[in-house]
């Protein structure tokens, strides 16, 4: 696992080898194997100097996470983390030069070991990265790396390493000051070498234990970096769910203050509070764990030969259509853009593009890549071209008897093994798939806007849709490099379903009279991306309306009134206030891309007397999302994992929370119910809890793993 040897000119070196897992991490194993390694450098006489550093293409990634998702305690995150700073401080302080020949990316821990040593070599290596990505699972660098960092290079410029994750490339990290030197892969335990034998005896002392040192451009009590770490301070959002970067903030003003061993004492115990946080618990969980199995397609039909898929149809070259042919383009795919004219889908076909081309603008790609790119693209009105292809997406109007139309047509001219998919956003597949002659190969594929940029695709199981189809469309969604979740049929599917509660909401609290500020404050301050009213603006109110109207339609007298109903149809219908895209919704916009709250909104929905708290708004937005969350795994139309995952990466729900399922766990299941009984009391049956939530309430046990039990068993009988 960590090899150790010393050559006959007195240099020991001790190499990270962790062949039975896939990187080079820190755990309560190889931590050992180091320190004994270290010791037996440090007691050895004979030694004059240590090489740290590792076989494979990394040089050590951080923390093992299948320990850390373990941590119980304060306590036992302090003790395997304090075994780690007491061994760093113990090689820096030994007498004995330690110089890290990094090979290849050091992140997390790994960084920490390279700060800890006294010298810094990098092999040139253009896919290496170095940073402190904790703070992105809710803690910080425990072994020092708030202290080492901000000594070495200074407060202010360690700040955002520390409090974004900010993962940089060899020759920044040079710039940086995070390494002293960079050298060709080949030369770099030469280069290690030949360091330590012409190292002095000063070199086995680092800056921050010589008489007199001073932290770099300030220490934490200087103005101007007070200044800067009260700036960071207004900068972090939702602090309530995030505590990580205020620790942070704190160990490096406060260690900075006083000595190196009192900074990593601050340090140590910061960690051991954020290591048991609900929001540690619920990163590690969902944006590692369950992301990580998902696009692993763990929910991907067995017994299927994985399908690699060459060529692409694309049925209508709108905002949607143009950016599916964009990403299988990028994908490597050749793809046929269809409209129905010509000059309309070459349109389509210049949308498609368009994102390239600012990326050859910004030197993200040079214009041969883009030229090859665009060349895999052929824009056409005729659907014979669709002859050999191996998946078509349509992606025109939410129009049934247009997507019956195209369907047809495009059926008529395909391999009899093609996949067919439709991009709908609210229309029930199986009833789209009743325009089609092989049912079995009809499937939902759910992208969201903008294409390229947003990573996850709903793929959608309609009535008929074969387990094969399934497979197959899993396939090709990963082939797109983007995440796919399983989901049931209904109307709204899972997304628009459990999303649209937030902007629901929202306009149901304006029509209670509350504050719209406060209505957009509560959201922001929850952890979602922006107030529901803006997010309804944003959306096209005009479309909410539509769609309102369509399920009025659709329903007849099932329909059942909505309180947001009269909101959309005086905003949309009355006022005519559609939303960003006219300059007027809920908010008036300038020409510079500023906008206020609309003035108006009192006139026709007053200012109630007696205003809600913020916390009872909050809730309101919040638990809202995570009910109808939970109606759809009782009904079966999403597992956990994929809820959580889905809501996180479909429309930004705060991963702090765990995903809008976990947001349950989080609060407590016994909690959580009580809060949306009185909320039903008070606001309506919208609140009901499901039947789920009140048997495992009544049983004690865990939300989290029946619920995915029971979807595993309803997808089995679906099949």
Not at 173 to 187: H, I, N, R, T, W
Not at 411 to 438: C, F, H, M, Q, W
Not at 542 to 571: C, F, S, W
Request: aromatic share 6%.
């Amino acid at each position: 696992m960590i090899d150790y040897r010393v050559d006959a000119e007195g240099i020991a070196t001790i190499v990270f080898d962790m062949c039975e897992r896939p990187m080079n991490v820190l755990n309560r194993a190889s931590i050992a194997q180091f320190e004994e390694n270290v010791e037996r450098a440090v007691q050895n006489p004979q030694v004059r100097g240590v090489i740290v550093t590792a076989t494979r293409s990394d040089f050590v990634v951080g923390a093992d996470l299948d320990e850390l998702r373990d941590v119980q305690s304060e306590e036992q995150a302090m003790a395997a983390a304090g075994q780690l700073a007491r061994l760093l401080r113990r090689m820096e302080t030994s007498g004995k030069p330690f110089v890290a020949a990094i090979n290849g990316t050091a992140l997390g821990g790994g960084l920490e070991i390279c700060l800890a040593c006294h010298h810094r070599i990098a092999a040139d290596v253009p896919k290496a990265k170095f940073g402190f990505p904790e703070v992105t699972l809710g803690i910080l660098p425990g072994a020092g790396g708030t202290q080492r960092l901000p000594r070495l290079i200074g407060i202010v410029k360690a700040l955002p390493f520390l409090l974004e994750g900010r993962q940089i490339d060899v020759d920044a990290a040079k710039a940086a000051g995070l390494v002293d030197e960079v050298v060709p892969p080949s030369e770099l335990q030469a280069s290690a070498k030949q360091w330590l034998l012409g190292a002095h005896p000063e070199a086995a002392v680092q800056s921050w234990d010589r008489a007199g040192y001073a932290v770099a451009s300030g220490n934490g009590l200087d103005d101007a970096v007070c200044q800067a770490v009260e700036a960071a301070r207004t900068r972090i959002r939702a602090p309530r769910l995030h505590p990580a970067p205020k620790e942070i903030l704190d160990c490096v003003q406060q260690g900075c203050s006083v000595s190196i061993d009192a900074g990593l004492s601050l340090e140590l115990q910061a960690l051991g509070r954020l290591a048991v946080s609900s929001t540690a618990k619920n990163l590690i969980r969902t944006t590692f764990y369950a992301i990580k199995e998902t696009n692993a397609l763990v929910g991907r039909p067995q017994g299927h030969d994985r399908r690699i898929f060459r060529k692409l149809g694309v049925l209508g070259g709108g905002m949607m259509g143009a950016g599916i042919a964009h990403v299988g383009a990028v994908a490597g795919m050749a793809v046929v853009l269809i409209d129905t004219s010509a000059e309309l889908a070459e349109a389509g076909k210049a949308r498609a593009v368009a994102p390239l081309a600012k990326q050859v603008a910004a030197g993200r790609m040079s214009a041969q890549e883009m030229a090859v790119v665009v060349g895999r693209i052929t824009a056409t009105d005729d659907f014979s071209q669709l002859s050999d292809v191996d998946m078509v997406i349509e992606a025109v109007f939410e129009d049934r008897a247009i997507k019956a139309d195209v369907t047809r047509r495009a059926e008529a001219v395909l391999p009899v093994d093609a996949v067919y998919a439709s991009n709908t956003t609210t229309l029930p597949i199986s009833g789209l798939a009743k325009a089609s002659s092989r049912p079995t190969q009809f499937v939902g594929l759910h992208f969201f806007s903008p294409v390229e940029r947003m990573p996850l695709v709903e793929v959608i199981r309609g009535h008929e849709t074969s387990d094969q189809t399934i497979a197959q469309a899993m396939d090709f969604v990963k082939q797109l490099r983007k995440t796919p979740i399983l989901v049931e049929d209904g109307r709204g599917f899972y997304t628009s379903r459990v999303f649209g509660t937030y902007i629901h909401e929202g306009m149901a609290l304006l029509a209670e009279g509350v504050d719209p500020a406060c209505i957009e404050r509560a959201g922001v301050d929850a952890g979602m991306p922006v107030g529901p009213l803006a997010l309804s603006d944003e959306l096209s109110i005009g479309l909410l309306n539509k769609i309102m109207r369509q399920t009025q339609e659709d329903l007849g007298d099932d329909y059942v009134e909505q309180p947001d109903d009269a909101v959309l149809i005086t905003m949309s219908e009355t006022l005519g206030r559609q939303g960003r895209k006219n300059g007027a919704g809920f908010y008036d916009y300038q020409s510079t891309g500023a906008k206020t709250l609309w003035p108006g909104l009192s006139d026709h929905f007053p200012l109630s007397v007696t205003q809600l708290s913020d916390e009872e708004v909050r809730q309101r937005l919040m638990f809202i999302q995570s009910i109808e969350a939970a109606r759809c795994l009782e009904e079966g139309i999403v597992g956990m994992r994929d809820a959580d995952v889905g809501s996180i990466l479909g429309w930004s729900f705060p991963a702090a929370l765990g995903g809008v399922v976990g947001q349950i766990d989080t609060v407590g299941l016994k909690q959580f119910v009580s809060t949306c009984d009185e909320f039903e009391r008070r606001v309506g049956p919208r609140y009901a809890s499901p039947r789920l939530l009140r048997d495992r309430l009544a049983a004690g046990e865990p939300l989290r793993v029946v619920s995915e039990v029971q979807h595993n068993e309803t997808q089995q009988e679906a099949s």
